[in-house]
């Protein structure tokens, strides 16, 4: 089966036109009349995906509004090209490769083969090759939890550094903490990523260098930033271990402790021996898998080694079941399709220009961020699959803060600014710790969880002027304290943030992507528009050193470079 094709935009289908047609109908309407005409909205666009409930209710549609959704989605094929993604066909067209992160979560039980995509130009058992790289995780996992693997002077090991960037730490990052209470052994994971020195040096402030193991995450071992503070991480740990008396006077003895303390996600095992890791204590990726979407893949060993092999595989079955219901659910009922649809719907249509992600867990504080890569390096793209611009906005602007910080802080924007601002609301009925508040009796939990309630509903239905009125607020202040109401929000509920719940919610957000590149024609799965900041960037850093004047060729890099040279000495 080839690639499905679509020579037509997305404005040019038929079934756009009779969406725009219909969104000017619905314009004039509110939330308020959408609940009262459809008193049972709030059941009928609420479902279930995995172990997550979403509730659809609060968003400007109605029943044929998101009949209409649908029929553009299988308007654009989307139906075939989510059969090709499953499939292993090479849907990345820019870099001829196949799209399957979701192969990194299938279950034991399951085959599943490309053919011609081996490394000798056979056969690729992809079921075999995920499970065997898995595999070798859980044993060195366990072999740090229960103090097998010892530092160089025999200490056990005590903290976990993961040295990468992008999608090598944005993913393991975020779930190491939203995952915290799961961090059951000891270890402690760190994370790294940014060349500016005090990352790295506030990081390692304090570590022990005997107990600390380093994780380098690089597919190809040549990432700049993550290369720098690798070898810079190299040398503080020699030094600090010589002040402790570990002989470091030799190659040889350098070597020993760099196996000791480092090991290496990455496929080149040519660059990781040259660092001096042991090429067993490299664990492989591969190309079908992109950076950011790699979480669930051997990039998640400092993952996988704060909260233990069993929660990780419990945080790939999260991702398998939502996955599941992304292949299988017919896309009237199917969660990730309605939700990339709504983002296509407040892009394209009603004019909004980002995405709020509010997560009322303090523990899910980076999944905004998480969330921005995730989108706007997949969709942030200007030109369709056959090089032709795209014909309407494209990419969601994801950003957001846990609630209620984010509430003194933005909510006032959302609530009574002129944008329009689509926000998800995601919040677990029970807390891993709840305390009490300060009367002594009241779970801080439920106020949280009030609040989480709260915002969406006022989000949606506002206050009007006649409600103010009768409420005895001055008439001169009623223009102020008026909430117009009619802002979009989805609301995300699970039972607990277990590691099942965050690998659910990830790949719910990953297929709402995919959803929305089909829609636009583009390839989510690339992102050239990075590389060109790196090459310039390798080639001013001679000037930059003040090793040759600067030829940047236009005059406002060279003299701010002339002015950092001045400055710096």
């Known amino acids: ?36 005409e459809q008193p049972g909205r709030a059941q009928d666009l609420s479902f279930e995906v995995g172990p997550l409930y979403v509730d659809l209710s609060k968003h ?9 959704l649908v029929d553009v989605a299988r308007g654009m094929n989307l139906e075939d090209y989510r059969a090709a993604m499953f499939s292993g066909q090479r849907i990345n067209t820019t870099e001829q490769r196949s799209v399957l992160h979701t192969a990194l979560r299938l279950p034991a039980d399951q085959d599943f083969t490309l053919e011609g995509q081996g490394n000798d130009g056979g056969d690729q058992d992809v079921a075999a090759d995920v499970h065997g790289v898995l595999g070798r995780m859980r044993d060195l996992a366990r072999s740090l939890r229960n103090g097998n693997w010892q530092g160089i002077s025999g200490h056990t090991i005590k903290h976990v550094v993961n040295i990468g960037i992008g999608g090598s730490d944005l993913g393991p990052a975020m779930a190491a903490q939203a995952l915290r209470p799961y961090q059951t052994a000891g270890i402690t994971p760190h994370f790294i990523s940014n060349v500016d020195p005090s990352d790295l040096d506030g990081t390692l402030d304090g570590l022990d260098p005997e107990s600390t193991l380093f994780v380098v995450a690089s597919k190809t071992f040549t990432t700049s930033e993550t290369l720098a503070n690798a070898h810079a991480a190299k040398r503080w740990l020699v030094k600090e271990l010589s002040e402790k008396g570990v002989d470091a006077t030799s190659e040889a003895k350098v070597r020993e402790i760099t196996e000791r303390h480092f090991v290496a996600v990455s496929t080149n095992k040519e660059k990781v021996q040259e660092f001096g890791i042991d090429p067993k204590n490299m664990f ?15 990039i998640g060993l400092s993952l996988m080694a704060a909260i233990g092999p069993e929660d990780f595989m419990r945080f790939l079955e999260g991702m398998y079941e939502v996955d599941d219901h992304f292949r299988t659910e017919p896309m009237e009922y199917n969660v990730p399709v309605l939700m990339g649809m709504l983002g296509v719907w407040y892009t394209d249509v009603m ?3 980002s995405h709020a992600v509010l997560p009322y867990c303090q523990d899910m504080e980076q999944f905004p961020a998480y969330l921005q890569q995730l989108s706007m390096e997949s969709n942030g793209k200007s030109v369709r699959l056959d090089g032709s611009p795209v014909a309407v906005p494209t990419g969601e602007i994801y950003w957001g803060e846990p609630g209620t910080n984010g509430q003194h802080a933005f909510f006032q924007l959302l609530h009574q600014g002129t944008h329009l601002v689509p926000a998800d609301f995601i919040g677990f009925v029970n807390p891993h710790t709840d305390l009490l508040g300060a009367d002594g009796e009241t779970s801080m939990h439920d106020m949280l969880m009030s609040n989480f309630f709260a915002q969406s509903r006022v989000l949606a239905f506002g206050k009007t002027a006649e409600e103010l009125r009768e409420e005895g607020v001055a008439e001169e202040l009623i223009p102020h304290k008026t909430m117009p109401g009619n802002r979009p929000s989805t609301t995300i509920l699970a039972d607990k943030l277990t590691p099942k719940t965050l690998g659910a919610l990830i790949a719910l957000y990953e297929h709402i992507v995919f959803v929305q590149g089909v829609m636009w024609g583009i390839n989510s799965f690339d992102q050239w528009g990075v590389e060109l900041g790196k090459k310039q960037a390798n080639e001013l850093l001679p000037a930059v050193r003040g090793q040759q004047r600067s030829d940047a060729g236009d005059g406002s890099t060279d003299s701010l470079i002339s002015l950092y040279r001045k400055l710096r000495n």
């Open 1 to 36: 089966m080839n690639i499905p094709a679509r020579p037509e935009p997305l404005t040019d289908i038929r079934e756009w036109q009779d969406l725009k047609e219909y969104a000017q109908e619905l314009r004039a309407t509110s939330l308020r009349t959408l609940f009262s």
């Open 60 to 68: 400007l549609i109605d029943e044929r509004a998101m009949r209409l």
């Open 284 to 298: 492989e990726f591969w190309d079908w898998v992109g950076g950011r979407y790699s979480v669930d893949s051997a």
């Open 351 to 353: 004019g909004a220009e």
